[in-house]
């Protein structure tokens, strides 16, 4: 049982609290909401927890720097509009981050949007609350291994109003990543025939001298990384192309990796039964320079 309990911060807060998860991963937990009381039981209120009414992102702090910050703030902001969280404070939010950032020199960062649930049902109540989380973990490493794909028997969900967004709603991504036993594993989602991403990064695979990525149309999220790298491509005149992509299609690419902003492009060695090979990846990395 989480107990909330005050946290002492240099910086001033309206009101602020440690979780204690009992959780070695986790260094830091935080909740900001100017209507929490430490005798309530959070997560009965929060629609978040009982819908995945929310949204969220993750990120890296490298040396007191939020990296790609105005990216992730982008990410809040179009899924609060497309959402409806009206009373949702991006300068709020920001302030916070500065002196958190600061702090903490380096780590993984996740910030959570969610609505508090003021009376029962579905409905979002007409006075609107809006929760933010923020968890502070251990900075990940690079992997010193290169990934494993196999297709998911996991279908994803397919919704073209919630596609590209970054909401609670993950279930089919944890059903697909639960299917895979390794660590260097990572399992494709697809809808039929049509891939469309990893559990937990986007795919993108060279055929014929070209780079592709899935369309994300329909189901899928629109990644900072995959954002990023495909300007960066564009930037530098190398062919890609964002397009519909079945099972066969991806089989038979000469390279393929999988991006998120923790990995950064993870290079895929093999698909399914299939070895690749990595140069493509490697020589596109170092052409492009492009870090996580």
Not at 127 to 147: A, K, R, W, Y
Not at 275 to 287: F, H, N
Request: with cysteine.
């Amino acid at each position: 049982m989480c107990c909330a309990i005050p946290l002492a911060l240099a910086e001033p807060t309206d009101r602020s609290y440690f979780l204690n998860l009992k959780s070695n991963a986790l260094l830091e937990f935080y909740l900001f909401d100017n209507t929490v009381n430490p005798d309530d039981s959070a997560l009965n209120l929060e629609r978040g927890f009982l819908f995945g009414d929310g949204f969220f992102t993750t990120g890296l702090i490298v040396q007191g720097d939020f990296l790609h910050l105005k990216l992730h703030l982008k990410r809040l902001a179009d899924s609060a509009h497309k959402l409806g969280f009206k009373s949702f404070d991006l300068a709020k939010l920001k302030s916070r981050l500065e002196p958190l950032c600061e702090r903490s020199t380096n780590a993984c960062i996740r910030i959570t949007i969610s609505r508090r649930q003021s009376q029962r049902g579905y409905r979002i109540p007409s006075e609107e609350q809006v929760t933010v989380v923020i968890q502070l973990s251990p900075l990940p490493g690079i992997p010193d291994f290169d990934c494993e794909l196999l297709f998911a028997s996991t279908p994803i969900s397919v919704n073209s109003f919630l596609a590209g967004l970054k909401h609670l709603n993950r279930l089919d991504n944890v059903l697909a990543a639960s299917e895979v036993s390794e660590v260097y594993q990572e399992s494709l989602l697809c809808d039929g025939e049509t891939v469309i991403c990893g559990s937990r990064t986007n795919l993108f695979i060279h055929q014929a001298g070209q780079w592709f990525t899935p369309t994300l149309d329909k189901a899928g999220i629109h990644g900072i990384t995959r954002l990023r790298l495909i300007t960066a491509l564009r930037a530098a005149n190398i062919p890609i192309e964002e397009r519909n992509l079945d099972k066969k299609t991806v089989l038979n690419c000469e390279a393929a990796f999988v991006t998120n902003s923790l990995l950064g492009i993870w290079p895929v060695c093999k698909i399914e039964n299939k070895a690749l090979a990595t140069d493509l990846v490697e020589q596109l990395q170092s052409q492009l320079n492009f870090v996580r």
